[in-house]
């Protein structure tokens, strides 16, 4: 190739938008330039070789610039990606590190030196932020498994408090196990609603056992009521008859035994029906020694 031949493709290239097909080329130009040469260059010889040189210059001058652009991209990257590795939440800060590393990629490079200087900076972000994810999981793990026996154990105890009778008592135990349950952390996402579903079944099953129990307790107070109002009404009936015979006088008496043997009737009726009762009886007997005296 004659050296106007090697003047027109070094021209070419230098205006090509292809730099890397041109920073190829300019290597074996150069060469090809030399070996044309003679030991004395005419003046028309130099100045072929002066603008052929200019051309190779405004393409090395192209690739300053792009190094330069790459080279700061790069470092724009990097900052990117330490405010990316500092936030709190791992998967989102994965995945932003993940979308700055295919940026990374698309940036083209830089000077070798230079471009391996910013990926070993790179790089540490990188490595420091996985290394630390992959510490925190592993305690998280470790967190899960305790958080785990704990639970499975607040679990059992709720189970053994359902066996108890004293509902009060069982309600107490409820609470306090409740907080404890409130206040120890996640066992993990596999486990969480497992573990929930458990803990929650046996409350409900002592919130339905207790609403049972006093639904049972409010018919027999309320059984007990009744009776206790029937009695009442035979106090009464010989009040109001008070013929003081000793048929009459022994079954006022046994009104109180009878009132004893049907048991409480519950605190929202017990006091009222025993004061009317009380007073009934009271009544009959202060007839009853106005009557004798």
Known sequence: M?????????KELAGSEDLSHALLQVRDLRRQWRQGGSEEESLYD????DEFYSYLDQISAKEKEIFASVEERKKDLIEKAKEAAAKANFKAATEELDQIFEEWKAAGRSDKEIDDELWAQFKAVRDDFFARKKEYFANLRESFGKNKEAK?????????ANKLTNFKEIGNIMNELFEEWKKTGSAGRDNDDTLWAAFNGERRAFF???SEYFAKQREVFE?????????????????????????????????RAKWK???NAGRDNEDALWNEFNETLDRYFENLRYYRD
């Open 223 to 255: 059984e007990r009521a009744n009776a206790k109002k029937e009695i009442i009404a035979e106090a009464k009936r010989c009040l109001a008859r008070s013929e003081f015979t000793e048929e009459e006088i022994a079954e006022v008496k046994s009104l």
């Open 208 to 210: 339905a056992n207790r």
């Open 46 to 49: 130099k100045e072929l070789s």
């Open 2 to 10: 004659t050296r106007e031949e090697l003047l027109e493709k070094a």
């Open 152 to 160: 499975e154990a607040l679990i059992e105890k709720a189970k053994e």
């Open 261 to 263: 043997e049907i048991g």
